[in-house]
């Protein structure tokens, strides 16, 4: 399989990052990889077809994830027909790009869309990865398993909705890593009008009901093809415990994962949501679980795998890129 790995940027790529993991795991397997980021990308002026300037991915013995992905930087870049590959994996994270570069940030989604055309087998699907990138494809699934919600830009609205649910957590629709997520008790917040500004600047807001359990943290689950993503009977999931006082769980703002089992709860939400995610097309996803509510789906470029492999020590990555080589050898089914 040749399969090539769609990043922001490829010198800024991180070798703890699951991108890394998963590009050694396709390698490993025996697969021709590539990096390519998203300004590496030339359409030909006579047919049209795709090329990029792309970084080859080798596996030495005795590599570790750091030196893996500093060859693969320091290797010149070589130029390939993008139509003729068999796989794309969208890793590219279009929030980022959307504060830094805006001219990069919606070109992962429409390359993957030209390429799927050309009947390349793209994952997550484009043609539904630019709605589920926001956090409104929540609301999209069953109601029994979300927390109630308001998105808006009205900072009256959301005042509103403090009073009548009382604690909840507003941030922004677009967002990542945790920035400019607030904790509201109620309408009489002292500082609820300097928050809402603060998520306001970033565009819409989503105000989610605060559920029961939340101040323990979050869990992450991994689903591949909806379905909970397990190796050796471990499953691909943990638990995000917040540092001190600070309500959000996520690893970039001091978080530590702490194993987690499955039970019932989480099995009900998967359940709920795999038919659906199934149909988008969203092949590898994380969604991120307080009780019987999910709060997030994660559907471009999730991350945390590295918490995988030394809560559980297994590596779930071969897993995924066996699943990625079925579904581009199923043909009829390449994308979907």
């Known amino acids: 399989m040749k399969v090539a790995f769609f990043v922001n940027d490829v010198p800024a790529e991180v070798d703890e990052y699951a991108t890394t993991r998963l590009a050694r795991a396709a390698v490993q397997g025996g697969h021709q990889v590539w990096y390519v980021g998203v300004g590496d990308v030339e359409a030909g002026p006579a047919d049209g077809e795709l090329t990029a300037r792309a970084h080859a991915a080798e596996f030495e013995q005795g590599d570790t994830l750091a030196t893996f992905m500093e060859r693969v930087k320091e290797r010149d870049a070589e130029r390939i027909a993008t139509d003729d590959l068999d796989a794309v994996f969208l890793r590219n994270e279009s929030i980022d790009d959307l504060r830094e570069r805006s001219w990069a940030s919606p070109l992962g989604v429409v390359f993957g869309q030209m390429l799927k055309e050309r009947g390349v087998t793209v994952v997550n699907d484009p043609a539904c990865l630019g709605r589920a990138t926001s956090k409104l494809y929540l609301e999209e699934f069953p109601a029994k398993i979300r927390p109630r919600s308001l998105v808006t830009r009205d900072p009256e609205a959301i005042e509103r909705f403090a009073a009548e649910v009382g604690h909840c957590v507003v941030k922004p629709l677009y967002g990542s890593k945790g920035r400019n997520v607030f904790m509201i008790e109620d309408e009489d917040e002292a500082n609820l009008a300097q928050m809402t500004e603060a998520v306001l600047e970033d565009g819409y807001a989503i105000a989610q009901e605060f559920v029961d359990g939340g101040a323990d943290g979050d869990a992450r689950i991994f689903l591949l093809e909806g379905k909970l993503l397990e190796c050796d009977g471990k499953p691909a999931a943990f638990r995000r415990v917040p540092t001190g006082n600070d309500p959000r769980a996520n690893i970039s703002t001091g ?49 945390g795998l590295q918490a995988i492999e030394r809560l559980y020590d297994v590596d779930v990555c071969p897993t995924v890129i066996d699943a990625l080589e079925r579904r581009t050898s199923a043909g009829g089914v390449r994308s979907t």
């Open 255 to 303: 978080g530590h994962p702490v194993p987690l089992e499955i039970g019932d709860a989480e099995r009900g939400i998967i359940e709920a949501m795999s038919e659906k995610l199934v149909a988008d097309g969203m092949f590898f996803v994380g969604i991120d679980v307080i009780g019987s509510k999910v709060v997030e789906i994660n559907a471009e470029s999730p991350g």
